[in-house]
T-cell receptor, first 113, second 115 residues
Framework: NAGVMQNPRHLVRRRGQEARLRCSPMKGHSHVYWYRQLPEEGLKFMVYLQKENIIDESGMPKERFSAEFPKEGPSILRIQQVVRGDSAAYFC???????????FGSGTRLTVV | AQSVTQLGSHVSVSEGALVLLRCNYS??????LFWYVQYPNQGLQLLLKYTTGATLVKGINGFEAEFKKSETSFHLTKPSAHMSDAAEYFC?????????????WGLGTSLAVNP
């Protein structure tokens, strides 16, 4: 039973490019959370999604960031026109429902050069 | 608004010594409290959690934490440190907004274990 799978593990993008981060939740999990960990900072909530719905995106920057969790396939966090300040570790977590029983993925470490 | 403060960004102990990592929280409603561990370049693993009931919570790898409402604390302890305990530890408080189970995190404490 695979855990939460995030890919890629490491992603390097030049300023202005797009970054697409993927998260496949555990089997049977329909709730996905994205968190960002900036250097020297703790984790910050970004967005909470259920299948085909964004439930809470209050932690997402207003511009350039978007997230989706389609009926089929992984959840995608998309960052357009990346800037150096977007360099961080992005973690996805999934749960089977209305619960704190999160399982985290290993994260995607984005470096913007 | 909820918040978490972890006292001490770096803690160093000798192998076999007591581990004490401090966490204080602020919450206007009864909190759900969590400790996670992060090994280098890995994701976060749940150590233990407090939701309701017994205030002394036992977790994996010999760790435990005690919820003290009067002190708004949820300190993490382990009687005898192992070299393998060296990692980053995060305290978090659960907030409920509708059915959103997002977590508010402390800044983390890096634990070093010396031989």
């Amino acid at each position: 039973n695979a855990g939460v799978m995030q890919n890629p593990r490491h992603l390097v993008r030049r300023r202005g490019q797009e970054a697409r981060l993927r998260c496949s939740p555990m089997k049977g999990h329909s709730h996905v959370y994205w968190y960002r960990q900036l250097p020297e900072e703790g984790l910050k909530f970004m967005v909470y999604l259920q299948k085909e719905n964004i439930i809470d995106e209050s932690g997402m920057p207003k511009e350039r960031f978007s997230a989706e969790f389609p009926k089929e396939g992984p959840s995608i966090l998309r960052i357009q026109q990346v800037v150096r300040g977007d360099s961080a570790a992005y973690f996805c977590a999934s749960s089977p429902g209305d619960t704190y029983g999160y399982t985290f993925g290993s994260g995607t470490r984005l470096t913007v050069v | 608004a909820q918040s978490v403060t972890q006292l001490g960004s770096h803690v160093s102990v000798s192998e076999g010594a007591l581990v004490l990592l401090r966490c204080n929280y602020s919450s206007s409603v009864p909190p759900y409290l969590f400790w996670y561990v992060q090994y280098p370049n890995q994701g976060l693993q749940l150590l233990l959690k407090y939701t309701t009931g017994a205030t002394l919570v036992k977790g994996i790898n010999g760790f435990e934490a005690e919820f003290k409402k009067s002190e708004t604390s949820f300190h993490l302890t382990k009687p005898s440190a192992h070299m393998s305990d060296a990692a980053e530890y995060f305290c978090a408080v659960g907030t409920r907004a509708g059915n959103n189970r997002k977590l508010i995190w402390g800044l983390g404490t890096s634990l070093a274990v010396n031989p």
